[in-house]
């Protein structure tokens, strides 16, 4: 009997349902079975790829290593930090005031009534100047030209101002800025005599010309010659002579001792609360870089050492200290020919030449900050002259009387706080910046505010960086310190007016240059000289 066609249909239906479902069940086997050898294949693969990394993190830590070592090893720290010790110039000014209270009292007097008689004028001309554009002109003449009778300490005071265009009127930074090129001189029978002391006979070994080629506050420069051979130079050698101004010794000390005593009676005048900015302070900072400019021998020692930071350098150049006849108030130095570097930013100079210009000046002086600690701190263009052919510019430097060196204690923690900034690490700057070994008025709050301040100037400025804008960052610095009653580092101040100056001077040189690719390997240096970041 054969089966009904209904049942056949329906076990064939069942038979057909079985063999899709074993069909399914082997196909999702088979599927899991590949998912998991693709998985085992991926995670060795992985793991492979991951030993691979691991294997060249550890080869390019060790490389960096080994170029760190390498580095250190040819990184030296400055010889002048072994034993270092600021020196103090107040028993020096001292001495020269007399050896008691009275002599201080009477020499102070005659200065004052001195400074006194040189300013009355203005007392008249100032009132006028407001309803007279002759009795303005008038003004402006006779405070140019009191100031520079008012001798040195009051010139280098009003230059200063003229650098600072955020504090005083660009009409003020213009025409005070005379003084920063060129003020009055003595005379030639004034020369004689300074040569005639300090030399006696030796005297003939010079031929000058009588008419300055410049003159500063503090001395003024001839041209001349060597008429005999000395230690190290032949006949005939070209040199500069600097005759410091006769008398100027005396009249800076008691400058800078009326100075001290007015800034210490405004520190104590009560509700002013002023001792945080540390007035005082201000003023010994002054005279320990003012004082050693007086003495001429000691220019020919920064001479010497400049020479030999730069010894490896052939495209900077110092002038060479002829010791054989330099004294006190006498420095011969070799003569550098060239043209003032204000002349390569005229329109027509070649822009190669002035990009090579911008790019030496500026790695110079970080140079001197980050790697030296020995920074000229003088160098306005007038300081710069360029000599060669491109691409072999050379830029000589002079006039290195005024010098900035902070010792190893300061130039770390510059480092640090440039480093910081550098990298836009506003929290970590802000701390440094605190000078906590000065006698700060300011409490843990206003402390915090001043670093959550500073982290903001660098969170708000994206684009920029403190090394491409240091003039900008330096006066938001400034006021959040006077603000918050914070004292800031002094050779952060220092090295960031350094900075700024050769910076204005790059950018006037070659305005696209982008200044953090030339200060960040040097800070980076300067950091693996220190030992930072080691651990």
Known sequence: MSPHPLTVQVARQWQRTNTLQVLRKNSYKNATTRYYTILARWKKNYARLYARRILELAAASAAAYRLRAQMEATIEKPTSWIDWKAQDWEEKAMASLGKTKLSRFW??????????????????????????????????????????????TWIKLVQWATTRQDLFSPEFCQYFGKLRD??????????????????GAANDALVMDPTPIGSGCIAQVYRGRLTKPTTRFPVNTKVAIKVQHPGIWDKVCVDFYLLHKLTK??????????????????????RGSMLPQLDLTLEAKHLTRFNGNFANDDQVRFPE??????????????????????????PGTPKQEREQLALLGLKTTLKMIFLH??????????????????????????????VLEMGPDQHINLVRVLGAFTRKNGRLAGELLVDLKS????????????????????????????????????????YLACKNRVKLEGA????????????????????????????????????????LGMH
């Not at 200290?321 to 005229?346: A, H, M, W």
């Not at 101040?493 to 305005?511: D, F, K, Q, R, T």
Request: proline share 5%; net charge negative.
């Open 107 to 152: 020499m102070a007097s005659r200065r004052l009534a001195n400074l006194a008689l040189l300013s009355s004028p203005m007392l008249i001309l100032m009132p006028l100047s407001t309803v007279s554009n002759t009795a303005k002109g008038y003004a402006w003449r006779y405070a140019l030209w009191g100031i520079e009778q008012a001798g040195p």
């Open 182 to 199: 060129e003020t009055d001189g003595h005379s030639w029978e004034e020369t004689k005599r300074i040569l005639e002391e300090e030399f």
């Open 265 to 286: 009676w405004i520190e104590k005048i009560p509700r002013l609360n002023l001792e945080y900015l540390s007035l005082s302070d201000t003023i010994r900072q002054f």
């Open 373 to 402: 600690d020995f920074v000229h701190g003088d160098l306005h263009p007038g300081n710069i002259l360029v000599s060669g052919k491109f691409p072999n510019l050379v830029m000589n430097l002079l006039d290195c009387g005024l």
């Open 439 to 478: 006698d700060s008025q300011a409490g843990p709050e206003e402390m915090e505010l001043f670093v959550r301040g500073i982290e903001q100037i660098c969170d708000m400025d994206d684009d920029q960086n403190f090394i491409e804008k240091v003039g900008d960052y330096i006066t938001d610095i400034c």
């Open 321 to 346: 200290p002829v010791n054989d006849l330099t004294s006190r108030q006498v420095l011969v130095e070799t003569f550098c020919e060239g043209v003032p570097i204000l002349e390569y930013t005229k």
């Open 492 to 531: 952060f101040v220092n090295a960031s007016l350094a900075v700024e100056i050769m910076e204005g001077l790059a950018s006037a040189l070659h305005p696209e240059m982008r200044v953090q690719q030339v200060a960040l390997p040097l800070i980076v240096q300067a950091e693996v000289m220190h030992r």
